[in-house]
């Protein structure tokens, strides 16, 4: 068995891993996407890598670089090789230090509290209980939303406008002053309605496809690619069936950016629901599906990615304690 701190530092490690692969495909879709439908100024659009999703202002210097367009594209390879020509190979990891800092804690709660759960539950329900992976995915990823969410609130604060410290605890304590320590927590309850369904399925699948895939192959703990294959595998299955909240979160996403920090009044209703509804009216059920190419391009390795290095590491962990018990 390896240690808590262990696990946390390998889901680290995963997160780190994953963010490095996933973040230059997004840069080059946010480029395509610009390219084809410009944002307008002062409005504001969701950049999600497959780990993390951040909220960037047309305004922002610092987010120019996701959606100017210095030259022509012609697809996903010119854009790759014109982006590197023209701007240099770190444009191709623009936003990647706000994604670490989101990534790491959530990951290392998530996963780490996911594993203790799992133990605990075996031990209760039995080792081979079905609803082990959905209650502890469901679990874990409900806290580290919960814990995490102040702190994607306070860094969306910095992104839009270059506080000091001391200004910005001044922003912070004034908000909680007049609205209440919940203010904080705007947003979560969108956050939660993905973001759990997407866990609980994504978990289970797994399990199930890598006690499949070893079964088949007759191991007895999963390879690099069974781990690769499962993630993949169950990350796609997970992001379509959630894909609707994906889309509503998106929308009130940006919604509460324009309310809260560009101060634009908004009269509609914002309720989950309430969107979702006005998105099928509008659009119909397609549109509770838009996108679903572009997730699937992000999550699927994503998840391949991270849950891979995750089983890796564990054992790397678990040989070297094992070698020094002995």
């Known amino acids: 068995k390896i240690t808590i701190i262990q696990q946390a530092i390998v889901s680290c490690c995963g997160a780190i891993i994953t963010s490095l692969f996933v973040t230059p495909l997004d840069v080059i879709k946010i480029r395509l996407q610009a390219q084809s439908n410009p944002f307008s100024k002062g409005k504001c659009f969701v950049y999600y890598n497959g780990l993390m999703d951040h909220i960037y202002v047309c ?97 969306t604060r910095m992104q839009y406008r270059k506080l000091p410290y001391k200004q910005l605890y001044a922003c912070i304590s004034s908000k909680v002053a007049t609205e209440g320590w919940f203010s904080l927590w705007r947003g979560w309850s969108s956050t939660v309605l993905r973001d759990i369904p997407f866990s609980a399925i994504y978990w289970y699948n797994y399990e199930r496809f890598k006690r499949m895939m070893c079964k088949e192959v007759g191991a007895r703990e999963p390879t690099f690619f069974i781990a690769f294959t499962s993630g993949a595998a169950s990350g796609s299955i997970a992001a379509v069936v959630t894909l609707p909240f994906d889309v509503v979160k998106t929308h009130r996403q940006t919604a509460l950016w324009e309310r809260e920090t560009l101060k634009i009044p908004q009269r509609d209703c914002t309720s989950t629901w309430a969107v979702m509804r006005k998105i099928v009216t509008k659009n119909g059920i397609a549109g509770l599906f838009a996108g679903i190419v572009p997730r699937l391009f992000k999550v699927a390795p994503a998840c391949a990615i991270m849950i891979s290095t995750y089983e890796y590491g564990k054992s790397f962990f678990s040989n070297l304690n094992g070698k020094m018990n002995q």
Not at 72 to 77: E, I, N, R, S
Not at 97 to 122: G, H, N, R, W
């Open 59 to 155: 305004e922002n210097r610092d987010s120019k670089a996701w959606y100017k367009k210095p030259v022509y594209f012609k697809g996903t390879l010119d854009a790759f090789v014109k982006i590197i020509q023209t701007e240099g190979i770190k444009s191709l990891w623009s936003g990647l230090p706000p994604t670490l800092i989101m990534a790491l804690p959530t990951t290392a709660i998530c996963f780490t509290c996911y594993d203790q759960l799992s133990e605990v539950l075996k031990s209760r329900l039995g080792k081979d209980d079905e609803h082990i992976p959905v209650l502890a995915g469901s679990l874990s990823r409900f806290g580290s939303v919960t814990v995490v969410s102040p702190l994607e609130l306070i860094r």
